[in-house]
């Protein structure tokens, strides 16, 4: 393993085959701007396009590219720490492989970790995004923010330097729910936003549908909050109260007023929203459940299959 690194370059690889040479043609160029020695960890998240092949003859002809590749598709998360678990460098830059993250910008980044920040962030300042992906991300962290009390800037994803100490400290993270951008923030090291230029996706297709995006966003607010099981319980205990309220003036009714009760309709659709509830409310206690089990089982975060380069 190399030694006394000053950066390491960690991205996920998942589709965008067609980039990678220039990818790393153009960090090589960046990074011998700022520093002496550097590596650059493509992490290979299983993709069905032939992206291996293409980092293996990457990493046998430039000395500084370690290729790594995982048994199956983690997925995005999980492959970044799959890279940062391997990583040597006294800063860590972690970066998309679709050059909409452009290397250009890292100068900036480093620049500003100088500054006395261990960790400095990407900010976006115009996403090259289709409409949609904007939307749900938006969407995304106004919940997110709801469930866990937080504020979150939508211009910021994985993209940014961080210092050793901090991926020291996100290493000793081992939940099976990851997000990577949240767990640095969770950190709470002194942090920074630089704004920086964000390039439209030069090859391929994201990966994130809408069934995974909504999937990472469950599985994201479950992991970092509780505050789904207390809405719940308040939400019980305020259509009991209600419920008791409406029970008292039906009672009222009948022996004050001596109005019967009728209303079989009434009865049903009171049944089934009930029922509802209970049945939503019992969903949300299974995924906690469902959460807990999986960390009990302690399974390996990743498998690798196979590695190139000088790891």
């Given at each position: 393993m190399?030694?006394?690194?000053?950066?390491?370059?960690?991205?996920?690889?998942?589709?965008?085959?067609?980039?990678?040479?220039?990818?790393?043609?153009?960090?090589d160029?960046?990074?011998?701007?700022?520093?002496?020695?550097?590596?650059?960890i493509?992490?290979?998240?299983?993709?069905?396009?032939?992206?291996?092949?293409?980092?293996?003859?990457?990493?046998?002809v430039?000395?500084?590219?370690?290729?790594?590749?995982?048994?199956?598709?983690?997925?995005?998360?999980?492959?970044?720490?799959?890279?940062?678990?391997?990583?040597?460098?006294?800063?860590?830059?972690?970066?998309?492989?679709d050059?909409?993250?452009?290397?250009?910008?890292?100068?900036?980044?480093?620049?500003?970790?100088?500054?006395?920040?261990?960790?400095?962030?990407?900010r976006?300042?115009?996403?090259?995004?289709?409409?949609?992906?904007?939307?749900?991300?938006r969407?995304?962290?106004?919940?997110?923010?709801?469930?866990?009390?937080?504020?979150?800037?939508?211009s910021?994803?994985?993209?940014?330097?961080y210092?050793?100490?901090?991926?020291k400290s996100?290493?000793?993270?081992?939940?099976?729910?990851?997000?990577?951008?949240?767990?640095?923030?969770?950190?709470?090291?002194?942090?920074?936003?630089?704004?920086?230029n964000?390039?439209?996706?030069?090859?391929?297709?994201?990966?994130?549908?809408?069934s995974?995006?909504?999937?990472?966003?469950?599985?994201?607010?479950?992991?970092?909050?509780?505050?789904?099981?207390?809405l719940?319980i308040?939400?019980?205990?305020?259509?009991?109260?209600?419920s008791m309220?409406?029970?008292?003036?039906?009672?009222?009714?009948?022996?004050?007023?001596?109005?019967?009760?009728?209303?079989?309709?009434s009865?049903?659709?009171?049944?089934?929203?009930?029922?509802g509830?209970?049945?939503?409310?019992?969903?949300?206690?299974g995924?906690?459940?469902?959460?807990?089990f999986?960390?009990?089982?302690?399974r390996?975060?990743?498998?690798?299959?196979e590695?190139?380069?000088?790891?």
């Amino acid at each position: 393993m190399k030694d006394n690194l000053e950066i390491s370059v960690v991205v996920p690889v998942y589709g965008c085959r067609a980039c990678l040479a220039e990818l790393v043609e153009r960090l090589d160029k960046t990074l011998g701007t700022i520093v002496k020695d550097w590596e650059i960890i493509l992490v290979n998240d299983a993709c069905p396009q032939g992206s291996w092949e293409t980092v293996t003859e990457i990493a046998r002809v430039n000395p500084r590219v370690v290729g790594m590749n995982l048994s199956r598709n983690f997925g995005q998360h999980y492959a970044i720490t799959a890279g940062l678990d391997n990583t040597c460098g006294d800063w860590v830059v972690v970066m998309d492989c679709d050059l909409q993250d452009q290397p250009e910008e890292i100068p900036k980044l480093y620049a500003a970790a100088k500054q006395g920040y261990d960790v400095v962030w990407g900010r976006r300042n115009y996403r090259q995004d289709n409409y949609f992906k904007k939307l749900c991300s938006r969407l995304f962290y106004r919940v997110f923010d709801y469930f866990t009390d937080q504020k979150s800037d939508a211009s910021i994803a994985n993209f940014g330097i961080y210092s050793e100490r901090v991926i020291k400290s996100y290493r000793s993270l081992r939940e099976q729910n990851r997000a990577f951008p949240l767990f640095v923030r969770w950190l709470g090291y002194r942090s920074t936003k630089v704004n920086i230029n964000h390039s439209e996706r030069s090859s391929g297709e994201t990966s994130y549908t809408f069934s995974k995006a909504f999937s990472l966003a469950m599985d994201s607010i479950v992991s970092q909050s509780n505050k789904p099981l207390k809405l719940a319980i308040k939400l019980g205990f305020s259509i009991s109260f209600f419920s008791m309220l409406y029970a008292l003036y039906l009672i009222g009714r009948y022996f004050f007023l001596t109005i019967p009760v009728q209303g079989w309709t009434s009865v049903m659709v009171s049944l089934y929203f009930l029922s509802g509830l209970l049945l939503a409310n019992m969903g949300i206690l299974g995924l906690y459940l469902g959460k807990v089990f999986d960390e009990t089982k302690q399974r390996p975060l990743y498998v690798i299959r196979e590695t190139v380069g000088q790891k």
